[in-house]
C-alpha cells in the first residue's frame, strides 16, 4: 500500500507548499488554471535546480578522487607500513596501488555526466522500474495540479464527512497542524536561504572548489535532521583534503561549520521556525527510520513535518484521556 499511497502524499504535501504561490497569482487576477501551471513549473524548476546542484558536485568530487588517490596510498604506505613491519605484516603496496587504480577506474567515470549516463543505462535495462517511476512523476504532477485548483472543494468535502457534532473540533485541529506546518515550512525556508548564503561565502574565502553548489546542499539537507549536516559535512571534509590534504583548510571547514551548526541550532531555527517540535532524538530518528522505510526517500524528508502533525494528535488524545472520568477516578 505504501508504493500506492506515496505519489499522492507527495502530490498533497507539494500542492501544500506551492499553494502560497498559487494563491498569490491567483490575487493578481490570473486564472486558476494558469496560477496552478505556474505554479508546478515553479516547483519542478526547484527540484530540477537541487538535482543540478548534486550533478556539479560529482563533477568536482570525482575527477579529484582518481587524481588524489596515488598520493592517498603513498601517505597510508609511509604511515602504516613501519607498523605492519612490527607486527611481520607484508604488504605489495605496488600491487595494491595498481589494483585500486584500476578499480576505481573501471567503477567511477571521469565526470559527472558519464556516471549518470551509466546510471541511466542501467535503470532503462529495467522496464518495469522506467515506466513506474514515469507513472508516478505524472501522477504526482497531475494529482498536484488538481488539488492546487481544488484544495478548498476537497477540504469541503472532507468536512462533510466529518459528524456535525466532532466538526469543531476537527477544524480545531487542522487549524493547529496548519499553523505549525506554515510556521514550519516558512522557517524553513528562510533558514535554508541564510545558511546557504553563509556556507557558500565561507567555503568561497577558504578556496574550496563548488563552493556555492557545496554550501547550497549543505543547507538544504538541513531539513533532514542529524544526517544531513552530517552528509554536508563528509562532503566538505572531503573537499578539503582533496584539494589541500590535512592542513589548515581542514581545520577553516570544520570551524566554520560548527559555528554554521551553532547558528543554525541556537539562534536561526528556535527563533524563525520556532522551538524544537518537542520530540526526543531516539524519536526523531525513529520517525526518519519509519517514514523512509515507507515512502522511501521523500518519507525522510517529511518525517519532521509528519511527527510533528502526529504529536498534535497524540497531545489532543492524551489531554481526552487524562481528563476523562474514567482516568481520574
Not at 570551524?255 to 528556535?270: A, D, K, N, S
Amino acid at each position: 500500500m505504501a508504493e500506492i499511497f506515496t505519489p499522492f502524499l507527495a502530490a498533497f504535501i507539494l500542492a501544500y507548499i506551492l499553494r502560497p504561490a498559487f494563491l498569490w497569482l491567483e490575487g493578481r487576477r490570473m486564472p486558476a488554471i494558469a496560477a496552478a501551471g505556474l505554479s508546478v513549473i515553479l516547483g519542478l524548476a526547484v527540484v530540477i535546480a537541487i538535482l543540478g546542484l548534486f550533478i556539479g558536485l560529482l563533477k568536482i568530487e570525482i575527477p579529484l578522487i582518481k587524481e588524489q588517490l596515488p598520493d592517498w596510498i603513498a601517505n597510508t604506505q609511509a604511515w602504516l607500513g613501519p607498523k605492519l613491519a612490527e607486527l611481520h605484516l607484508n604488504v605489495d603496496w605496488g600491487a595494491l596501488k595498481t589494483t585500486v587504480s584500476q578499480k576505481i577506474s573501471t567503477h567511477i567515470s571521469d565526470n559527472a555526466d558519464s556516471l549518470m549516463t551509466s546510471t541511466f543505462e542501467t535503470v532503462l535495462m529495467s522496464g518495469s522500474s522506467v515506466i513506474a517511476a514515469f507513472v508516478n512523476s505524472v501522477l504526482i504532477i497531475f494529482v498536484m495540479f488538481y488539488l492546487l485548483i481544488d484544495w478548498d472543494h476537497f477540504f469541503g468535502l472532507i468536512k462533510k464527512i466529518v459528524p456535525v457534532r466532532a466538526q469543531e473540533t476537527v477544524h480545531h485541529l487542522a487549524m493547529h497542524t496548519d499553523g505549525l506546518l506554515s510556521q514550519y515550512l516558512r522557517g524553513m525556508v528562510i533558514v535554508i536561504s541564510i545558511m546557504s548564503a553563509f556556507y557558500s561565502i565561507g567555503l568561497s574565502l577558504i578556496g574550496i572548489k563548488g563552493a556555492v553548489a557545496l554550501g547550497v546542499f549543505t543547507a538544504l539537507m538541513i531539513v533532514i535532521p542529524y544526517i544531513g549536516i552530517t552528509l554536508g559535512l563528509t562532503l566538505a571534509v572531503l573537499s578539503a583534503i582533496l584539494q589541500f590534504g590535512i592542513g589548515t583548510e581542514l581545520l577553516a571547514v570544520l570551524v566554520l561549520y560548527g559555528i554554521g551548526q551553532f547558528l543554525e541550532g541556537f539562534f536561526l531555527t528556535p527563533r524563525l521556525v520556532g522551538e524544537r517540535i518537542g520530540l526526543h532524538p531516539v524519536a526523531v530518528l525513529f520517525a526518519l527510520l519509519l517514514f523512509g522505510k515507507l515512502f522511501g526517500f521523500f518519507g525522510v524528508l517529511l518525517a519532521l513535518p509528519i511527527s510533528a502533525v502526529s504529536l498534535v494528535l497524540v497531545q489532543y488524545l492524551w489531554s481526552v484521556y487524562t481528563q476523562s472520568s474514567w482516568y481520574q477516578k
